[in-house]
């Protein structure tokens, strides 16, 4: 394969380097626009050979496993460590705001409310037995390798600390040499890990494991698969004065500082309302802050997410009422005559957004509603069914969650009338 020689032109949404050929764009990750690089190409994808021309945007990378010179290989956890941090804060920035234009949508865009290193509670790892130990780490881009992390400068402090924990634990129950993942949340009460893709250990496995979680520091609770194992206590999340105790394996905002800052923004345009509906509400992120104020109904799928959730209001004085339901929104949205008792509505579905929601709300009469989302692209879908339903989208707050990734999270504001 003959090397090539191109000149970068942008970054694409991925965060890739995106470059011209007779055959169309070509991607190259590690790349940042006005780099010229030689690179060795398949079809639209290349990998750089050697930089040719550097960008005054590049800096050196905060981590020693990132990009194509990575130790031990390439990292998939970050894509854009070389990115000097204002061009990086309006690249995620502008990320939303052309994924917005692709559905006709021209409005206010805040600037990036920013992240930074350290503030990662949330993680899943990557593992396998190897003839010389458990390797653990994040597997490079698009591909089976595993990356061993020494460090890692988005996680939080504690959650790398207890890294050797996790290799511990992988150690004593995985057999095979099969790979294996590990969710792990850090909780205010300790570390909550899922093991996923293990065979069932054997009985003396599981008490090795048992032990070893009794004698290490720090860990609130052991899953494998949906058996909890071992939960020397309950792990628990504080939100806005409400105690939580998630399932395991449970969805949380990666950060609690994105987490801090979504809530506020969703408080903020719907103060005032006196019954709100928090529908894909997870076990309560936005719906116990609500519920300070106003009257909350939460909808969600996940039976166990929904039961914690109901379990932290139950448990919390102060509240106003808030009831609870499980149902498919995706299946079986709710209808505007449904949606009539609410004054305000928030909806925070998973990547593919809430296209059959966003149109029974496009025919109801709730005159706010705030969109959170975590793919700009399904959230332009889903305004834009918004906005030929007559609601007027007033601002759109982008926000970095996953540093250093091109992932980014946005808040959008509706009204009606």
Do not use: W
Not at 172 to 183: K, N
């Amino acid at each position: 394969m003959a090397a090539e020689t191109f000149v970068i032109e942008r970054l694409g949404s991925q965060g890739d380097g995106i470059a011209a050929s007779a055959d169309g764009p070509v991607y190259i990750p590690f790349t940042l626009p006005g780099e010229k690089v030689t690179v060795a190409r398949e079809k639209s994808k290349a990998t750089m050979l050697s930089l040719l021309e550097t960008s005054p945007e590049r800096i050196a990378p905060l981590c020693r496993h990132f990009g194509p010179d990575g130790e031990n290989g390439t990292c998939g956890g970050c894509s854009l460590q070389h990115l000097e941090r204002n061009a990086y804060d309006a690249f995620k920035r502008q990320v939303v705001i052309d994924a917005l234009a692709a559905h006709g949508i021209d409005c206010p865009v805040a600037p990036l409310v920013p992240s930074g290193p350290g503030e990662r509670r949330r993680a899943s790892f990557a593992g396998r037995r190897t003839e010389k130990g458990i390797l653990l780490g994040f597997s490079s881009p698009e591909s089976h390798h595993i990356v061993a992390i020494e460090e890692c400068p988005v996680l939080t402090p504690t959650l790398f600390a207890r890294l050797p924990a996790l290799k511990l634990l992988a150690g004593i129950l995985v057999s095979s040499g099969e790979p294996f993942r590990i969710a792990v949340l850090e909780t205010q009460t300790g570390l909550d890990i899922s093991f996923t893709d293990i065979a069932a250990p054997s009985e003396k496995r599981r008490q090795a494991a048992i032990r070893a979680v009794m004698t290490v520091k720090g860990i609130a609770r052991l899953t494998i698969g949906d058996e909890i194992v071992v939960e020397p206590v309950k792990a628990a999340l504080e939100m806005a004065g409400t105690r939580i105790l998630p399932p395991p394996a449970g969805f949380a905002q990666a950060t609690r500082a994105a987490e801090e800052a979504m809530a506020a923004l969703v408080l903020k345009h719907l103060k005032g309302r006196k019954r709100v509906a928090d529908l894909f509400s997870g076990f309560g992120t936005f719906a116990l802050r609500l519920a300070e104020k106003a009257r909350v109904h939460a909808v969600e799928f996940d039976g166990p997410a929904l039961a914690a959730l109901d379990q932290a209001a139950r448990n919390r004085q102060g509240l106003r009422q808030v009831t609870t339901e499980r149902r498919d929104l995706f299946r079986r949205p709710l209808l505007p005559r449904e949606l009539a008792p609410y004054d305000g509505v928030v909806f925070d579905p998973p990547r593919a957004g809430a296209k059959e929601q966003a149109e029974e709300l496009a025919r109801s009469a709730v005159p706010r509603i705030v969109a959170v989302s975590c793919n700009p692209q399904t959230l332009g879908r889903d305004l834009a069914i918004l906005k030929a339903g007559g609601y007027r989208i007033d601002r759109i707050v982008p926000i970095d969650q996953f540093f250093r990734s091109a992932h980014v999270e946005a808040v959008a504001f509706l009204s009606r009338g």
